[in-house]
């Protein structure tokens, strides 16, 4: 009996000190535009944002690193405040409304349907942020696609600095969108 | 002492002076008597028919209202078949008394197209005279029996026109170029050589310079309503015209004008436009067209057309030949003569275009040029004849029926649409209408009954309420639809769980994965290794 005792008093020290251990950082980042729109009515434009679809290993909470080729790792302290999709419609939608200075619509049949699909959207190992998409312009018309490929050197150094980067880079797709949408 | 001398005695009887009165006398009698017979004008005799208001002593002779005679005597001719009036003209008028110088009772008349002489009824009958152009005297005439239409000697031209009927066209009527009055009918007859009705015309200067060999005259009297392959199409003259009668001339359309012509020429007096514009040309060539159709609707002066441009018409269907051929084919087509012109498409109206043409069609058969029968008008169901080309026809070459040259014929327009037509019937009539009829009688009886029962269903009040029950399920269904909709509030908790059951998966997955590293996770601390920096050399 008094074994016991010991062994549930040895049981309890342990799982005490066990809660006491600090517990490892996590960083969450959202991904917004940072875009600056003045307060009042904006025109609804003829075109409307249709799919974004992202690559399945960015299709997750943490951010992304590509260590080599082919080799990636995926943050474990460092995640997306919100679903990627989710995240990327949004700055797309707002980055886009404020290149054409219209507002995109809601789906019509005549109108022009934008599609974006996002391949890679990661940190390199020289220190660069990735991003390759392929995005669409459909009407009854006609269907024209694109492709966006682009790097850009973080300005310094950690997750920030990379959440920063893919967010520059994720405007100036906006920006090539926008510019065809004209 | 004186001697007296004897006395000579003159024993001579002398004329006393007083016997030159009644010789004086005598000289001034003869004298009167020469005189009188020398001015004493010329007695003339003039034929009439009857005697009607002329009477001896008392009828005057006038020219231009002038008196220049009288009638002396009037007595029956030697045939007894009508009367001779002697006149009496004046000397100072015999002058008159010339070849074509004309003579004719001046009485009242009523007539269709005038009233005359309505002075004479107080005044009295007369004779006028009309001096003739000519230069030897006469003095036997053939009084007319009513007033020249024109002078004699008038300028202009004197034209013969001959028809087959006489018409509407009467003494008297006008004659007409363009709507204008150019002359008139001064006379109709029957010739009974020609076996026609000859027409006097006669055409004032200057417009007597109009007429030439060219010309064609057509009767405008009344109103002339034809029904062609072209439509039904209406001919007016003039209201006078149209009352009462009337002639036109004109140059066919496309025909040259012709050489002069001589005071007394013959015309041709065609029935109307139509006919008058028929052949203005010289030269054509005839073919013969074989249809195994029926021809009813086609008539002799129907068009021949290439493409809708024409190019002669149809001068007759030839059935006495195939009423002498029929014993020898049974059911052969009936060939029809055309009359193709070179002058209707432009071309020159000479031979050297006939054969031009002639030479056209025997190359073109060969490429399927073919004659068809067309419809020309719906309304009357005039037939006209086409002539194209046709490549899917079968091959032919050109033929000959009774020494002419004839063109293949093909069955479009009417004849394939009446065979289809006939194809259609006969289908139809292989149909089991009967049997269908049946079923459908049978079906009409079946959807009757059922519709009594609808009306019963629905009559019935139960059903009246379970319907409005059925209306307040809709409403009530459409309320839950609206609240299930993108807009509602449903859907937008339905979309918030759905990305928080998202987020609980993802955490799950990433507790997966964990547990996968490290499966005591969930009770030992779990210390993973830092994540390499972006930027930072790993």
């Known amino acids: 009996m008094r074994t016991l005792l010991l062994f549930l008093i040895a049981l ?16 969450t980042y959202l991904l917004r535009s940072e875009s600056q729109h003045e307060s009042g009515p904006l025109q609804v434009g003829n075109e409307y944002l249709g799919d974004v679809k992202v690559a399945s290993y960015i299709d997750q909470s943490g951010l992304v690193l590509e260590l080599a080729d082919g080799v990636v790792h995926v943050a474990k302290q460092h995640h997306w405040a919100e679903p990627l999709r989710t995240s990327l419609r949004e700055l797309l939608s707002v980055e886009i409304a404020a290149a054409t200075g219209r507002s995109l619509g809601v789906p019509a049949k005549d109108g022009t349907r934008v599609e974006v699909k996002v391949s890679q959207l990661h940190g390199d190992a020289d220190g660069n942020a990735v991003l390759i998409a392929q995005w669409s312009l459909s009407s009854t018309e006609m269907t024209q696609a694109y492709q966006f490929n682009q790097n850009l050197a973080l300005e310094g150094t950690g997750y920030a600095a990379l959440v920063a980067a893919e967010r520059a880079l994720l405007v100036q797709l906006a920006r090539s969108i926008a510019a065809e949408l004209k | 002492m004186t001697d007296i ?90 002058h008159l008394l010339r070849e074509e110088t004309q003579f004719w009772v001046v009485r009242a008349r009523v007539g269709a197209g005038n009233i005359s002489g309505l002075g004479t009824l107080l005044g009295g009958a007369y004779i006028e005279l009309s001096p003739g152009g000519g230069t030897v005297e006469q003095r036997n005439y053939v009084g007319l029996e009513t007033p020249p239409l024109t002078p004699a000697g008038a300028p202009g031209i004197k034209l013969n026109l001959l028809s087959e009927h ?69 001919q007016t003259g003039s209201l006078d015209t149209i009352l009462l009668g009337g ?30 514009q028929e052949k203005p040309y010289q030269h054509s060539i005839d073919y013969v067209v074989e249809f195994s159709q029926s021809l009813r609707g086609l008539l002799p002066g129907a068009p021949v057309e290439y493409r809708g441009i024409p190019i002669g018409t149809v001068t007759r269907i030839m059935a006495a030949e195939v009423i002498a ?74 033929g000959e029926y009774a020494g002419r ?24 009539n292989e149909l089991p209408v009967a049997e269908t009829l049946k079923s459908v009688d049978t079906m009409v009886n079946s959807l009757t009954e059922t519709l009594r029962s609808m009306d019963e269903l629905l009559s019935d009040r139960e059903m009246q309420q379970l319907s409005a029950e059925m209306m307040a399920a809709i409403k009530e269904l459409r309320s839950v639809l609206t609240g299930l909709s993108p807009e509602g509030p449903a859907f937008q908790s339905f979309e918030s769980s759905v990305g928080k059951l998202n987020e609980t998966l993802a955490n799950l997955d990433e507790l997966t994965r964990t547990l996968k590293d490290q499966p005591n996770a969930l009770i030992l601390p779990t210390k993973f290794p830092a994540d390499p920096i972006p930027g930072a050399t790993y």
């Open chain 2, 247 to 276: 002639v036109a001339f004109h140059l066919p359309d496309g025909a040259d004008i012709g050489s002069p012509v001589e005071s007394g020429a013959d015309f041709k007096l065609y029935d109307n436009f139509a006919s008058m």
């Open chain 2, 405 to 428: 040259a004839s063109i293949p014929s093909i069955q479009t327009g009417l004849g394939r649409i009446e065979e289809q037509v006939i194809e259609f019937l006969s289908k139809a």
């Open chain 2, 325 to 398: 051929d029929m014993h020898q084919k049974n059911g052969a087509p009936i060939p029809v003569l055309i009359t193709i012109e070179p002058g209707r498409v432009g071309l020159p109206d000479t031979a050297e275009s006939v054969e031009l043409i002639q030479q056209d069609v025997a190359d073109s058969v060969s490429q399927g040029f073919r004659a068809s029968l067309e419809i020309g008008s719906l309304l009357t169901g005039s037939l006209y004849i086409n002539v194209d080309y046709h490549p899917d026809a079968e091959s032919e070459v050109m």
């Open chain 2, 5 to 94: 001398a004897a006395p000579t005695i003159d024993t001579r009887k002398r004329l006393s002076v007083i016997w030159m009165i009644p010789l004086v006398a005598l000289a001034l009698g003869v004298w009167m008597v020469v005189h009188a017979k020398l001015s004493e004008g010329p007695v003339v005799e003039i034929h009439f028919a009857t005697a009607e208001s002329i009477e001896a002593g008392k009828t005057k002779v006038r020219y231009l209202n002038v008196e220049v005679g009288q009638v002396e005597e009037v007595r029956l001719s030697d045939d007894m078949k009508g009367v001779v009036a002697m006149v009496r003209v004046d000397q100072d008028a015999r």
């Open chain 2, 166 to 234: 006489a018409g509407s066209v009467n003494t008297g009527d006008s004659v007409l170029y363009n709507g204008y009055k150019v002359g008139r009918i001064e006379g109709m007859g029957f010739d009974d050589v020609l076996n026609l009705v000859r027409y006097d015309v006669f055409i004032d200067a200057p417009f007597d310079t109009l007429i030439n060999s060219s010309v064609r005259f057509w009767n405008i009297s009344g109103i002339s309503v034809s029904a062609s392959a072209s439509g039904v199409e209406v």
């Open chain 1, 12 to 27: 309890a020290s342990w799982l005490v000190s066990a809660c006491s251990t600090t517990p490892q950082t996590r960083s």
